[in-house]
Each structure stands twice: as C-alpha cells, then as structure tokens.
C-alpha cells in the first residue's frame, strides 16, 4: 500500500477569521489548554446535538481542539459554533454552518506503519463482520410488491398502520432516514482515513473492500426507510429530499484529522448511536401498532450491531498493539464530542432543524443524553479501559478523562432533570408539512 506523504496543511483560514469567536493556541501550549478541556457547564441537548463549543455549553476557556495525541501538534484554531446566520446563504447557495479549523494527517508515520500492518488482520478479522449479498435483507423484501395483483391493498394496509403514527414518532424516522440517506458522505470520511482508504475506487486491500461493501450495507437502510415513509402519505418528500440535498452538500466535520485511530473511534461510537436510535424507533412502531414497521426498524438496527461490532473491533487491535496511540485517540475523541453525522442539517427554512430534530428525539426517548453516557461506558468496558497498562503521562490522563466522564454526563443530565419544569414548546416541522410537534 502506498504511504501518504506526511503533512499538517491548516485551512479554513477564511472562515475562522471571519467569526468573531476565533482563538488561536499553538502547540507550545496544547498541553496546558488540554487541561482545561473538562466541561464546566453543559446542557444535557449538547451532548446529542454534537455542537461542540457552543458557548452555551462550555466555558470559554474550554474552547479548544487539540490534535489527537497520536500525531504532532499544529497550529490549532476553534471556531464557535454557529457564524452568523446571515452568512449561511450567499447568492442562494447555502453555505455549510458549522466548521472548524481542521488539523489533518495527524497521524505520525511509526503509527502509519502500525496500521499498514494490520491488513491480514484486517483480511482474516474485519471482513468476516460483512454478509454476503444473497444472505441478506433487500428492501424490497419488506415492501408492498409494485409487479403484484395486490400492490394496492398492501400499500392500503400499510397506509392505515401508518396513519396511527404520532407526528413526534414522524419526525425522528424521518430525521433517522434522512440521516441514512447522507451516505456518500459517511464513504467519503472513511476515505478520508490515511493507511485505509479505498486508493482507487476498486482497491482490493482488505480497507478498501470493507468500506465499499460496508457503504453498500447501509445503503438499503436509507432506501428502505426512503420508500416506505413515502409510502405512508404522511411526510413532505419534497422538503425531505431537499433536506438529504442540503446535508449532503454540507458533509460533515467528525474532526478525525484523516487520522484512523480517531476515524475508528467515531465511527465505534457512531455506529452503537444508530443501533440505538433505530432500536428505540422499532419499538415505538409496535407500540403504535406498526409491527411492519417495527421489523424494519428492527432489521436495520441489527445491522448497525454488527457494524459496531466490526468498527469496535478494529480499535480492541489498536489498543492491543499500540495501547498508547489508541488512548489518546479515544480521549481526544471524547474531548471534542462525538458530532452526530447529521449535524449540519437544513431543509430550506429552518436554521435550527438538527437541534430542534434532536430535541424531538430526545424527548421521545429515542436517542438522549444519558444514551451518549451509555455507548461511552459501553466502548470503556469493551475495550477494557480502566485496566489498560504502560501508558505514558498523557496516555494516563486520557484514561481517567474517558473512565470519569460518563458519570460526569449523567450528573449533569440528572441535575438537568431536577430543575423545574420550562413550559412545553412546540415547532413547526417542514417535513411533516409544518405541523407542530412537541420539543420539551
Ligand atoms: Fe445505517
Ligand atoms: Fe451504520
């Protein structure tokens, strides 16, 4: 496999200038301002909505992105996060809202060498996580059939269960499925991922095999949600589709620095996060009395499963040949927030959708602050954090960061809980042509 040259490019110079809530540190006091990293105050939706130094959440002096551990220092720069919402159009183009002075290719070369060893484990361990074609699912196989004589009972059977959906039930499958429909960008940020990125677009390393097979898995995922909402009759599909339009225009920003120890975490992470979210939407489907529904919601989430599965495993082979490296990866991770892959959503109107989205779902239950508290205790335990030894002094502090910091966000979710109750809110939603649904 080739080796990427070594480099640290900054960009994005023109964007985080433009923000009044820019600072600059360098790497002579990274260490120093790592220190400073620990919330001070949080709400319990920022957790979940992955807007990471939102003034609202974090001291300012907790402002900061560091470069992973695993790779040199840069010239770091924190932007806010929101510009003022007048730049997010410009000549009717819609412009990304959310970025972040990036710090790329921070892996070091000796932690490249360790990666580009791993292909035979990868070959012999990861992809064995992947199904083959025929053995699995499609989504016409839990669809009314278009070529049957009793195409249009099926979609009249289907439409009567949808009908008993609540709206807030809704907009989560659809906030769910658009989040799906964002694929090419999920492809992309893996081949963003120096030593395992897919080279050519048909590479036969074992990476690059994973990644087309695994994007090709999760693509039944949107369709099927896709189809079968539109189905319903009960969404705008054409504010939808604008939405997956915008978001797949805007991508995202993980800040993984094209670094695989960090790609792997997030994407560990991201994965148990949807195997969540769907769970809890298969569940609430039946309880509505969408058993059909809830099958699909079902199957889907036992796919994320398996993906966490294989995504989890891969970073367990980094904690055991470089259980430094993989720590601080995991820290620096966890230091920034895991940011949802959805987070730049927009449909048109609404400037605030994934929040007000995430709002919604978390007061339904379907993916909330004490969930992000889960997966992080879940990864700790999996990849048997506490009792990982040889680390060096900042291996060490990552390990107490990330083995404190799940009771720290439950605390704060708890004290959340505690305060009087506001007054509930409601919002209009495009996607279910402007009804309004509760969001606290
Ligand atoms: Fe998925
Ligand atoms: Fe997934």
Same mark, same amino acid.
């Given at each position: 496999? +080739?080796?990427?040259?070594?480099?640290?490019?900054?960009? +994005?110079?023109?964007?985080?200038?433009?923000?009044?809530?820019?600072?600059?540190?360098?790497?002579? =006091?990274?260490?120093?301002?790592?220190?400073? !990293?620990? $919330?001070?105050?949080?709400?319990?939706? *920022?957790?979940?909505?992955?807007?990471?130094?939102?003034? =609202?959440?974090?001291?300012?002096?907790?402002?900061?992105?560091?470069?992973?551990?695993?790779?040199?220092?840069?010239?770091?720069?924190?932007? *806010?996060?929101?510009?003022?919402? +007048?730049?997010?159009?410009?000549?009717?183009?819609?412009?990304?809202?959310?970025?972040?002075?990036?710090?790329?290719?921070?892996?070091?070369?000796?932690?490249?060498? @360790?990666?580009?060893?791993?292909?035979?484990?990868?070959?012999?361990?990861?992809?064995?996580?992947?199904? $083959?074609?025929?053995?699995? %699912?499609?989504?016409?196989?839990?669809?009314?059939? $278009?070529?049957?004589? /009793?195409?249009?009972?099926?979609?009249?059977?289907?439409?009567?269960?949808? *009908?008993?959906?609540?709206?807030?039930?809704?907009?989560?499958?659809?906030?769910?499925?658009?989040?799906?429909?964002?694929? $090419?960008?999920?492809?992309?940020?893996?081949? #963003?991922?120096?030593?395992?990125?897919?080279? #050519?677009?048909?590479?036969?390393?074992?990476?690059?095999? %994973?990644?087309?097979?695994?994007?090709?898995?999760?693509?039944?995922?949107?369709? !099927?949600?896709?189809?079968? !909402?539109?189905?319903?009759?009960?969404?705008?599909?054409?504010?939808?589709?604008?939405? @997956?339009?915008?978001? @797949?225009?805007?991508?995202?920003?993980?800040?993984?620095?094209?670094?695989?120890?960090?790609?792997?975490?997030? #994407?560990?992470?991201?994965?148990?996060?949807?195997?969540?979210?769907?769970?809890?939407?298969?569940?609430?489907?039946?309880?509505? /009395?969408?058993?059909? !529904?809830?099958?699909?919601?079902?199957?889907?989430?036992?796919?994320?499963?398996?993906?966490?599965?294989?995504?989890?495993?891969?970073?367990?082979?980094?904690?055991?040949?470089?259980?430094? /490296? +993989?720590?601080? *990866?995991?820290?620096?991770?966890?230091?920034?927030?895991?940011?949802?892959?959805?987070?730049?959503?927009?449909?048109?109107?609404?400037?605030?959708?994934?929040? =007000?989205?995430?709002?919604?779902?978390?007061?339904?239950?379907?993916?909330?602050?004490?969930?992000?508290?889960?997966?992080?205790?879940?990864?700790?335990?999996?990849?048997?954090?506490?009792?990982?030894?040889?680390?060096?002094?900042?291996?060490?502090?990552?390990?107490?960061?990330?083995?404190?910091?799940?009771?720290?966000?439950?605390?704060?979710?708890?004290?959340?809980?505690?305060?009087?109750?506001?007054?509930?809110?409601?919002?209009?939603?495009?996607?279910?042509?402007?009804?309004?649904?509760?969001?606290?």
């Amino acid at each position: 496999m +080739a080796v990427p040259a070594y480099a640290v490019v900054p960009r +994005a110079e023109t964007l985080a200038s433009s923000c009044p809530m820019t600072s600059k540190i360098t790497s002579s =006091n990274s260490t120093n301002m790592a220190k400073s !990293l620990v $919330p001070t105050r949080l709400s319990s939706s *920022a957790w979940i909505t992955g807007q990471r130094f939102c003034v =609202n959440s974090f001291s300012s002096k907790s402002s900061v992105s560091s470069s992973s551990g695993t790779g040199q220092a840069t010239t770091i720069t924190m932007t *806010a996060t929101m510009p003022p919402k +007048a730049d997010r159009k410009v000549s009717g183009l819609y412009v990304p809202h959310e970025t972040h002075k990036q710090v790329l290719h921070s892996i070091p070369p000796s932690k490249l060498e @360790i990666v580009q060893s791993l292909d035979t484990w990868a070959e012999e361990t990861l992809l064995p996580f992947l199904k $083959p074609v025929d053995k699995c %699912w499609q989504p016409q196989d839990h669809l009314p059939e $278009p070529s049957s004589e /009793g195409f249009y009972e099926e979609v009249k059977e289907l439409r009567a269960r949808a *009908a008993e959906l609540p709206d807030d039930y809704l907009v989560v499958l659809v906030g769910d499925m658009i989040t799906e429909e964002a694929l $090419p960008t999920y492809q992309t940020m893996l081949n #963003t991922l120096d030593g395992t990125k897919d080279e #050519t677009g048909a590479s036969l390393t074992p990476w690059g095999v %994973w990644t087309r097979a695994w994007t090709a898995e999760e693509n039944r995922h949107g369709d !099927l949600l896709n189809k079968y !909402l539109y189905l319903t009759g009960r969404v705008n599909m054409r504010s939808i589709e604008k939405t @997956i339009q915008y978001l @797949i225009g805007s991508g995202m920003d993980p800040q993984t620095e094209n670094n695989p120890y960090l790609g792997f975490v997030y #994407t560990s992470f991201q994965e148990r996060a949807t195997f969540i979210s769907h769970g809890n939407t298969a569940r609430h489907a039946k309880d509505f /009395g969408d058993a059909k !529904l809830a099958t699909i919601c079902g199957l889907i989430a036992a796919d994320e499963r398996r993906h966490e599965n294989a995504y989890s495993k891969i970073v367990e082979k980094l904690f055991e040949v470089d259980p430094d /490296g +993989a720590m601080l *990866a995991f820290g620096d991770m966890m230091r920034k927030k895991i940011a949802m892959p959805a987070h730049l959503m927009y449909d048109g109107v609404d400037q605030n959708l994934f929040s =007000n989205f995430s709002m919604v779902a978390q007061r339904t239950g379907t993916y909330t602050a004490r969930d992000y508290a889960d997966i992080l205790e879940h990864l700790v335990a999996r990849w048997n954090v506490p009792k990982i030894e040889g680390l060096s002094g900042e291996g060490r502090r990552a390990q107490e960061f990330v083995c404190t910091l799940a009771p720290r966000i439950r605390k704060l979710d708890e004290r959340a809980q505690l305060k009087p109750k506001r007054s509930p809110k409601t919002g209009p939603f495009s996607w279910i042509f402007d009804r309004e649904v509760q969001m606290w």
